[in-house]
């Protein structure tokens, strides 16, 4: 069989789910589903063999070994696929029943969690018949969380190697904990390496006290082989700078300069003054260098000293941790000024776990994170050059 028999046999799957659609309607749409999905995974197979069945080439890497059922829960109900096989060196399972899984499974398991702990509410209850089309029982839950935990695990504790920016920032969520509701800290990390890519580095879910958690977190990277670090990007989180102290001494840290002008804007006395004194502090960011930005910050905190005095004591005090990007090269500094990186990523995860509302423990919710996180970190790693490395 060559490979226009190959692309002959696509054609005529494609045809008979559109008759099946065409036929039945919505009655034939998992059928159609199923179909696609078995005749992708070949196609998937024959690109990783390198080879069409059958096809004589000395390029082939492997050969197909045949088929093997799998029932996956989907929301048009259960759904058994024939998914591909192969031997030889080469190790293949077909993304179609893989990308995408583990953070939709780890969103199902928190909210079963809820459901099987007889702490959910109507709306919980319904957004997880909505998502499993299904209902799922605690022996279930166990099972694949297991399963899916061993996964996230080994991710966690990977080991690691020389990075040199860091860019962390922390968010929080709501756990229950001893019939109470606790606000617990998610801090996540991501990394620059030599090669100029981005990938995220670790996450970690506590209920501890912010220094402790912090400092824990950062032992945590380095015991991983996290070395060569040249800058730390964040905001003023409580505890950071004292765990950096600890763990990091020497290492460079740039205080976000987003989070830094709307932390002014507090301090501004009169609504109609913030323009001008956001105006102010991006004029001291987009200096030359950091004499002319220092010069400036001196400038503009003598001109509120008047009218806004503690804003003037303010800007003494904090724009000067948000000018260290000045020590880095020129081409890094327009993306390590803030946690812009960091933000949308967690503006993804909010979009993911505000589903939840409440967490049942801080392993559900480090479940959830950490897939998330995984595939985000996997897309930047294939992804091209976050940032342009001098020799």
């Not at 297991?146 to 920032?169: F, H, M, N, T, V």
């Not at 002014?264 to 001008?276: G, S």
């Amino acid at each position: 069989m060559n490979k226009n028999t190959t692309h002959r046999n696509q054609n005529d799957v494609i045809e008979t789910v559109l008759q099946l659609l065409l036929d039945h309607q919505q009655d034939a749409l998992a059928e159609g589903f199923r179909l696609l999905v078995n005749e992708a995974m070949k196609a998937e197979r024959n690109y990783a063999l390198n080879a069409a069945p059958y096809e004589r080439t000395e390029e082939r890497l492997g050969y197909a070994n045949g088929f093997k059922p799998k029932t996956v829960a989907t929301r048009l109900g259960p759904l058994t696929f024939q998914v591909p096989q192969v031997r030889g060196e080469i190790d293949f399972y077909p993304s179609a029943l893989e990308k995408g899984l583990r953070s939709e499974r780890a969103l199902k398991l928190a909210l079963a969690e809820m459901y099987v702990k007889g702490i959910s509410t109507r709306k919980v209850t319904d957004v997880l018949e909505a998502m499993c089309g299904l209902e799922i029982s605690s022996t279930q839950v166990s099972r694949a969380a297991a399963e899916l935990d061993g996964i996230l695990k080994q991710w966690r504790e990977r080991p690691l190697g020389s990075i040199r920016y860091l860019i962390i920032d922390a968010r929080y969520e709501k756990v229950r904990q001893n019939g109470a509701v606790r606000s617990c800290a998610v801090l996540i990390a991501i990394g620059i390496d030599d090669q100029g890519k981005r990938s995220v580095l670790g996450v970690s879910c506590s209920l501890s006290e912010a220094e402790v958690h912090w400092r824990e977190f950062l032992e945590s990277l380095q015991n991983r082989g996290l070395h060569g670090l040249k800058a730390i990007v964040s905001d003023d989180h409580a505890g950071l700078q004292a765990a950096i102290a600890a763990r990091l001494c020497g290492v460079l840290w740039q205080r976000c300069q987003f989070h830094l002008q709307r932390n002014a804007m507090a301090l501004v006395p009169k609504l109609d003054q913030r323009a001008e004194v956001a105006r102010d502090l991006r004029s001291i960011f987009n200096a030359l260098d950091r004499p002319e930005a220092e010069a400036r910050l001196k400038t503009i905190a003598q001109k509120w000293e008047k009218t806004a005095p503690k804003l003037s004591a303010w800007l003494e005090t904090n724009v000067p941790e948000a000018l260290t990007i000045f020590s880095l090269p020129e081409t890094h500094r327009r993306r390590l000024r803030t946690t812009n990186a960091l933000e949308r990523l967690n503006q993804e995860l909010k979009r993911r776990t505000r589903v939840a509302l409440i967490f049942p423990s801080e392993s559900a919710l480090e479940r959830l994170v950490t897939a998330l996180l995984m595939e985000q970190s996997e897309q930047w790693e294939t992804d091209k050059t976050y940032l342009t490395m001098e020799n």
